[in-house]
């Protein structure tokens, strides 16, 4: 069974950093991509940052210069590293992996999620 473990949350002020990393159980040649999103209770979720398995980035428009996503050099973790945090960052931020099964089909796995909250 495929998991996926988000760390790194927490209370920051703003302007302050947090690094969240997502260790997961998936096999590495198996991902297409893997990324982040984040949710506000009332909200829908959103896409935060992802990066495939080549190496190409995408960014929210609210995070470009600020979020930075990037895989360990074992590369079935996962980080985000958040600098210049805005109180409008506060979220559950949640880590994806897209990984391609053995009959062929794309499964995209979710962690419990880890909440970064941002001080005014």
């Known amino acids: 069974q495929v998991q996926l473990v988000e760390s790194g949350g927490g209370l920051v002020q703003a302007g302050g950093s947090l690094r969240l990393s997502c260790t997961s159980s998936?096999?590495?040649?198996?991902?297409?991509?893997l990324g982040w999103y984040r949710q506000v209770p009332g909200n829908e979720r959103e896409l935060v940052a992802t990066?495939?398995?080549?190496?190409?980035?995408n960014y929210a428009d609210s995070v470009k210069g600020r979020f930075t996503i990037s895989r360990g050099n074992v590369k079935n973790i996962l980080y985000l590293q958040m600098d210049g945090l805005k109180p409008d960052d506060t979220a559950a931020y949640y880590c994806t992996i897209d990984s391609w099964s053995v009959d062929g089909t794309l499964t995209t796995y979710w962690g419990q999620g880890t909440q970064v909250t941002v001080s005014s």
């Open positions: 990066i495939t398995s080549g190496g190409s980035t």
């Open positions: 998936v096999t590495v040649l198996s991902i297409k991509a």
